[in-house]
């Protein structure tokens, strides 16, 4: 089993700037690929941001250029730095990490971006 407990979170104007930080414990030296995902109010949960153990990431579309995701393996977390925040942004955000058989989550923040 894998823990995911996430922090970060919280009220921002547009234009501002916010970090997310997820910690893992427990089983993790099963964990592949970790990530954000997010899922705003009456939408579907979308990805965010993924990154390898090798650092290689991915970014939905819509935040490319704003988003930056990191990990520090040997503290068996992943950041995810947010910047020129909008208020699409508006959602709660998720903590993902993946092993060979199954998905983790951690229990989500929420990030509300004002106009």
């Known amino acids: 089993q894998v823990q995911l407990v996430e922090s970060g979170g919280g009220l921002v104007q547009a234009g501002g700037s916010l970090r997310l930080s997820c910690t893992a414990s427990?089983?993790?030296?099963?964990?592949?690929?970790m990530g954000w995902y997010r899922q705003a109010p009456g939408k579907q949960r979308e990805l965010v941001a993924t990154?390898?153990?090798?650092?290689?990431?991915t970014y939905a579309d819509s935040v490319k250029g704003r988003f930056t995701i990191s990990r520090d393996n040997a503290k068996n977390t992943v950041t995810l730095q947010m910047n020129s925040l909008k208020p699409e942004d508006t959602a709660v955000y998720f903590c993902?990490?993946?092993?060979?058989?199954?998905?983790?989550w951690g229990q989500g923040t929420q990030i509300t971006v004002s106009s």
């Open positions: 993902n990490a993946n092993s060979a058989w199954r998905a983790y």
């Open positions: 427990g089983s993790i030296f099963s964990i592949s690929v």
């Open positions: 990154i390898t153990p090798g650092a290689r990431t």
